[in-house]
């Protein structure tokens, strides 16, 4: 068995209800979860954080969207738990990036959201079963964990509350945040409304309390359009 299946680093995507965010910016979430078979056939095991977490701790960044030039926060603690990698980290309010991730944070908890959030890693120790098509990953070296922006990228159409989304840009739109990115929210906020009023004529029945399908109304302005 290799020890690394190849050098790049691989990314998982979690949904999961964010624990907690105070007010100094202090957030809590899941950067990853066991027993979940993804997309890949790849299942985290329990333990498989554990070599990294006590001889890696230090070196594990906190990013946003997996991009090492954009350090939104600085990883506090990271422990594993019966559901998985269960992370604290101190957002870094006096930078850009810190400050608009903690208004997202914050909007999404307001608006009754999960937001989303992956892990950089390098597989170590891993079983695989053929006739499942499964990979148990046994161990893990983990590089980083990830606040995303944007819907996991999914095969099968996300369903999501089109009133919840609308007030999470509402929240959003009351945020602290550059000219800039509230101008690109109020263009969000009123295309995601013309393709609500746009479906509710053709079908006669779309209300924007009723959960449709993404991919029905328009996949890029939640997949791709939807990032700060």
């Not at 954080?49 to 990883?75: A, D, P, W």
Request: charged share 30%; glycine share 6%; hydrophobic share 35%.
């Amino acid at each position: 068995m290799a020890k690394v299946k190849n050098q790049d680093i691989q990314t998982k995507d979690t949904i999961f209800k964010v624990e907690d965010v105070d007010d100094k910016g202090i957030v809590k979430f899941y950067a990853a979860v066991f027993g979940n078979k993804d997309r890949a056939g790849d299942i985290i095991e329990p333990g498989a954080f554990s070599k990294t977490l006590r001889e890696n701790i230090k070196e594990i960044q906190h990013y946003k969207n997996h991009y090492n030039g954009t350090m939104c926060g600085v990883l506090m603690e990271a422990i594993e738990d019966a559901k998985g990698l269960l992370c604290t980290s101190q957002l870094i309010l006096g930078t850009q990036v810190g400050r608009e991730t903690y208004e997202e944070y914050k909007a999404m908890a307001a608006a009754g959201k999960s937001m989303f959030h992956s892990i950089g890693y390098w597989p170590v120790k891993w079983d695989e079963d053929q006739a499942t098509n499964t990979t148990r990953l046994k161990e893990i070296y983990l590089r980083e964990v990830s606040t995303l922006t944007a819907h996991p990228a999914n095969p099968k159409a996300l369903t999501v509350d089109v009133k919840s989304e609308i007030d999470y840009l509402n929240e959003l739109l009351k945020a602290d945040l550059s000219d800039v990115k509230l101008e690109e929210l109020e263009q969000m906020k009123l295309k995601l409304q013309s393709l609500i009023d746009e479906k509710s004529r053709q079908t006669g029945t779309l209300s924007k309390n009723e959960p449709v399908k993404i991919i029905t109304l328009d996949s890029n302005l939640f997949t791709n359009n939807l990032k700060f």
